[in-house]
């Protein structure tokens, strides 16, 4: 099975990536930006069909590895 991590740096936490991107759009005329916000996405295959037990699994993952829970909020995307 498919399954979509995203994950998103909480409110609140700088993200200096983020604010170059903004920066430079803003110096190739792309005014109409507002704000910028940068993640990532992890894309895992995951043997099984019962999407309550790869929710489990995968929610141990992000959890252990997959995220920064002091830093990074996640979403699950099967």
Known sequence: ???EVIVRLKEG???P???AI???????GYK??????TGKII?????GDNPETIQKQVNAMC????A???IEDYQIKI
Request: glycine share 2%; net charge negative.
């Open 13 to 15: 936490v700088l993200d």
């Open 22 to 28: 903004h920066h430079a759009l803003d110096s190739l």
């Open 43 to 47: 894309t895992l295959e995951v043997k």
């Open 63 to 66: 959890e252990t590895l997959l």
């Open 1 to 3: 099975m498919k399954v």
């Open 32 to 37: 109409e930006v507002q704000s910028v916000s």
């Open 17 to 19: 990536q983020g604010k």
């Open 68 to 70: 920064n829970l002091v």
